[in-house]
């Protein structure tokens, strides 16, 4: 049988599967959007900015588990999209980017929006393949799933000729290649069993990889078995319930210096899962010199216990002895020191500003009035510092965030979610910054009736940044300061709630109405400057006089 290498395309895409994508359509692929067209396995959601589609496809990934699937036009479009390839990259998420090129007689020529893939991408991900022979469309597509997801997930990227996708040809589909699950040696497990059993302050540092169902059990597991503290790392809070007497508090972005030391004055520290990047790591402090490490992670490029991380910890809650250790005492004297200084640092003192609503308002008027298993999707910036440190988050909760700290995620990454998960409460916490990235993703999000609610702190400036400034350059304020639209009325031009908070008494009632909407809501919180950070105050920072 002979068919078009779109359609052969389609057919492996299902065989792998595939059951959404996410795309800004372009001419040079207009053959796949055909092949889809009498389609109903695969549901195409069409973004209004490659970054949106790319951002969905990522969060989408984060969420199943499974290689996100996006598809982009040549040059521009590629070029836009490439911050989602650089976020999986970094954030270890399985991804699989689809571009349209020019046709295979036009190469090298700098014909219109040449790009060569090969070298764009070449630094973020891990296989770029341009399919030159439609014959080869099936290889292309198993090979890019299968390293999307073996060893440490990520990028990759597919690049399809305009002209290939019209070859007739007779290649059938292939299956999935199986992905490895890499299982560590049992002398290695008995061995850290034995370490860990022996240690008076050990601690699990969780990582992204372990944010699945059956991670989160493992961990859950691991730490009850053993009585050890788990402490999440940058932006996996939600991987463990925090209010757990052996939750051991979050590695975030500049976290106290206090927790660090603490975190360093473990004996044994088992860091399953993540890579220890220099935010959880506190800028490569951790381990500190001389602090015990065992490293596990699933490509020994990275830890010397290369093994699937959620199987390493299962293993080891089998292997470790019971609680009923010799080091009881100390162990539940360590226990509660690290979930005393998280219990203590999360407690929220009601706060008032002259400038605007404190952010922590709007966040924790959340508590209680979202479900135990409600989405959090978070864009980069300070306004997320409340929710990780006054947020209770419940083990089921899930909390979909960028480690590559790249703004412009919160409104697709809650575009997705919402559509992944149409029963569940989304709620994404974006800054004024952020929100003038991709907020015009509230567009998608009214095309398909996605629930959401999107929390924007308004406080008029690139916050983050304007710290920094502050920190380094006190009182020189460039470039930080924005000038925002109504955020409310911009909502609701589009079809969606729009509502505006300008004290802290009007949170509670604004964030129950928003979880109440229909559809996609956006709560314009006109937040303080002032208090630039869950930590600090402008004028704390100042110097003194
Ligand atoms: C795409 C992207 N561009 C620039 C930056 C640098 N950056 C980090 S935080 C930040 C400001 C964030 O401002 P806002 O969204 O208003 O949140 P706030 O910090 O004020 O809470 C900037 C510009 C980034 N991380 N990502």
Not at 116 to 140: C, I, L, N, S, W
Not at 325 to 334: D, I, L, Q, V
Not at 335 to 362: C, M
Not at 495 to 502: D, E, F, P
Request: hydrophobic residues 50%.
């Amino acid at each position: 049988m002979t068919r078009r290498a779109a359609d052969l395309l389609v057919d492996c895409l299902v065989a792998h599967g595939v059951d959404r994508g996410f795309c800004v359509p372009g001419a040079s692929y207009l053959a796949v959007l055909d092949a889809l067209v009498d389609r109903t396995e695969i549901a195409v959601v069409v973004a209004r900015h490659e970054g949106g589609a790319g951002f969905m496809g990522v969060a989408d990934a984060k969420l199943t588990m499974r290689p996100g699937v996006v598809f982009v036009s040549r040059g521009p479009g590629a070029t836009n999209a490439s911050i989602a390839v650089h976020v999986a990259q970094q954030d270890a998420v399985p991804f699989v980017l689809f571009i349209g090129q020019i046709e295979r007689k036009d190469v090298h020529r700098r014909a219109f929006q040449e790009v060569d893939y090969r070298q764009t991408f070449g630094d973020m991900a891990k296989h770029v393949e341009v399919v030159t022979d439609g014959e080869r469309v099936p290889e292309a597509i198993r090979r890019a799933f299968h390293l999307a997801q073996a060893g440490t997930p990520g990028p990759t990227v597919v690049v399809l000729p305009e002209d290939m996708l019209l070859d007739e040809v007779e290649a059938e589909v292939l299956a999935p290649k199986p992905v490895a699950v890499a299982h560590a040696d049992a002398g290695v497990i008995a061995e850290v069993a034995a370490r860990l059993a022996a240690a008076e302050r050990p601690a699990v540092i969780a990582g992204g990889l372990m944010r699945g169902a059956d991670g989160r059990a493992a961990l859950l597991e691991l730490a009850e078995a053993t009585d050890t503290p788990v402490i999440a790392a940058f932006k996996q809070q939600d991987l463990f319930p925090n209010t757990h007497r052996l939750f051991g508090g979050h590695l975030g972005y500049m976290a106290p210096d206090e927790q660090v030391r603490l975190v360093g004055e473990a004996d044994l520290l088992i860091a399953i899962g993540t890579r220890l990047g220099d935010v959880t790591s506190q800028g490569y402090r951790l381990p500190m010199a001389g602090q015990e490490l065992v490293h596990v992670y699933p490509d020994p490029e990275t830890a010397p216990i290369a093994a699937d991380p959620v199987a390493f910890a299962r293993a080891l809650a089998k292997a470790a002895p019971r609680r009923s250790n010799t080091n009881a005492e100390a162990r539940a004297r360590w226990a509660e020191r690290l979930h005393g200084r998280h219990a203590r640092l999360a407690v929220w003192t009601p706060v008032e500003a002259k400038d605007g609503v404190v952010f922590g308002h709007p966040t924790v008027a959340l508590i209680g009035r979202v479900p135990g298993d409600a989405i959090f999707v978070l864009d980069a910036g300070n306004f997320s510092g409340w929710l990780h440190r006054h947020f209770p988050f419940s083990g089921r909760h899930r909390l979909l965030g960028v480690v590559a700290g790249a703004m412009g995620f919160g409104m697709p990454g809650a575009v997705a979610a919402a559509l992944r998960y149409p029963g569940t409460p989304v709620v994404a916490l974006i800054g004024d910054g952020g929100f003038l990235m991709t907020g015009t993703e509230l567009a998608t999000a009214i095309r398909h009736k996605a629930r959401l609610v999107a929390i924007v702190s308004n406080n008029g400036s690139y916050g983050t940044i304007r710290q920094h400034q502050e920190k380094h350059y006190p009182g020189r304020v460039k470039a930080t300061e924005l000038a925002n639209p109504d955020f409310a009325a911009f909502a609701r031009s589009f079809g969606a709630v729009g509502i505006t908070v300008s004290t802290s008494a009007e949170a509670p009632a604004a964030v129950a109405a928003a979880l109440a909407a229909d559809g996609p809501a956006v709560i314009d919180v006109r937040s303080s400057l002032e208090h630039i950070s869950a930590f600090t105050t402008l004028s704390a920072m100042a110097p003194a006089k």
